[in-house]
């Protein structure tokens, strides 16, 4: 019975152990509206990442933001983006950018702003982007 009650034990404090650092790599990634974009951009330290394929970057894009597009060398590609400031990361499709965003976390990245809704909202929003 003793030996069934430290088992017990080990596992609950190991399963608890687990799901804080979920919700810690959670909480490292806020999602921001629009008006919350506006507000950063105008700190200097803080990037816009666009994760856009090439032909939509050149068609429109947030103003100051860098396109590196997300595909299998994402990880790689990001190797020259300073990671010690925060980044702000957009795409269109929901899908894209939570993996960008996953990527970016897991290579170290401090502080990372989702874009609620992409670049989709941002014009629903009739911000100006640019060419």
Known sequence: ?????????ITVCFLFNSCKETFANEE????????EVESLSKMDEVQTLDVL?????KEE?????QNI???????H???EIDKSKPIIVYC?????NEKSIQILKDSGFVKVYD????????KLKENKTEK
């Open 1 to 9: 019975m003793k030996n069934i009650s430290y088992i017990l034990l």
């Open 28 to 35: 490292d990634v806020q999602m921001i509206t629009p008006e």
């Open 53 to 57: 394929t090439s032909k939509e970057y």
């Open 61 to 65: 894009h947030l103003k100051n933001a």
């Open 69 to 75: 597009v997300y595909d299998e060398n994402f990880s």
């Open 77 to 79: 590609k990001i190797q």
């Open 92 to 96: 269109n499709t929901k899908v894209e």
């Open 115 to 122: 874009l609620k809704e992409g670049i989709s909202e941002w």
